[in-house]
Nanobody, 122 residues
Framework: QVQLVESGGGLVQAGGSLRLSCAASGRRTYAMGWFRQGPGKEREIVAAINSSGKSTHYADSVKGRFTISRDNAKNTMYLQMNSLKPEDTAVYYC?????????????????WGQGTQVTVSS
């Protein structure tokens, strides 16, 4: 069993930055990802990373603004979010997949955190 705990969400003005963290415990995890679900929207992938951290994937909407990374020694994954926009407002979830390579679909992820709210004001 894997437990995932997100932190770092909050309220920020447009153009600001936040860094989300996802601490993993329990069985060793492999590929991980960040998802988000805005008001009235479906859950969507934001970024994903493979087990080593050398391969990443980003949604087009966040490319050039967000950076996903991981520190396997600390069992922690990060999402650095810069140049935030009001449309980035959502609950952000971290997820873990029992796989080595990057995973793109929420259906491929087995374990989920409880989510952390990110609100960007205009």
């Amino acid at each position: 069993q894997v437990q995932l705990v997100e932190s770092g969400g909050g309220l920020v003005q447009a153009g600001g930055s936040l860094r989300l963290s996802c601490a993993a415990s329990g069985r060793r995890t492999y590929a991980m990802g960040w998802f988000r679900q805005g008001p009235g929207k479906e859950r969507e992938i934001v970024a994903a990373i493979n087990s080593s951290g050398k391969s990443t994937h980003y949604a087009d909407s966040v490319k050039g603004r967000f950076t996903i990374s991981r520190d396997n020694a600390k069992n922690t994954m990060y999402l650095q979010m810069n140049s935030l926009k009001p449309e980035d407002t959502a609950v952000y979830y971290c997820a873990a997949a029992l796989a080595y390579d990057v995973r793109y679909s929420s259906r491929e992820y087995t374990y989920w955190g409880q989510g952390t709210q990110v609100t960007v004001s205009s």
